[in-house]
Nanobody, 122 residues
Framework: QVQLAESGGGLVQAGDSLTLSCAVS????????VAWFRRVAGEERKFVAG????????EYSDFVVGRFAISRDNANKRVDLQMNSLTFPETAVYYC???????????????WGQGTQVTVSS
């Protein structure tokens, strides 16, 4: 059973940076693609960024390219999301998810964390 635990959320001001971490347990970490999604209140979860386990290839949504960076630490089974120049509309619950293939569709991921709240004040 794969388990994911997010950390690092909090309250920041617009323009600030924040790093989220996703700790993964219960599986061969290098076999997993890990992605970050976010859900703004009243909307569906949307893909933010992801990283493949075997190749290290990364994928970003258009609205975070150049501002966010995803990385993985295979030794410590962790995936980080560095978020820069945050804006108020990016206030959301951020989730990490794991699955066999890097995809931008949430239904490709079998395992999910509980989420961590990121609040950006304007």
């Amino acid at each position: 059973q794969v388990q994911l635990a997010e950390s690092g959320g909090g309250l920041v001001q617009a323009g600030d940076s924040l790093t989220l971490s996703c700790a993964v347990s219960g599986s061969t970490f290098s076999d997993l693609a890990v992605a970050w999604f976010r859900r703004v209140a009243g909307e569906e979860r949307k893909f933010v960024a992801g990283i493949d386990g075997r190749t290290g290839n990364t994928e970003y949504s258009d609205f975070v390219v150049g501002r966010f960076a995803i990385s993985r630490d295979n030794a410590n089974k962790r995936v980080d999301l560095q978020m820069n120049s945050l804006t108020f509309p990016e206030t959301a619950v951020y989730y990490c998810a794991a699955g066999p293939v890097l995809e931008s569709h949430q239904y490709a991921y079998e395992y999910w964390g509980q989420g961590t709240q990121v609040t950006v004040s304007s």
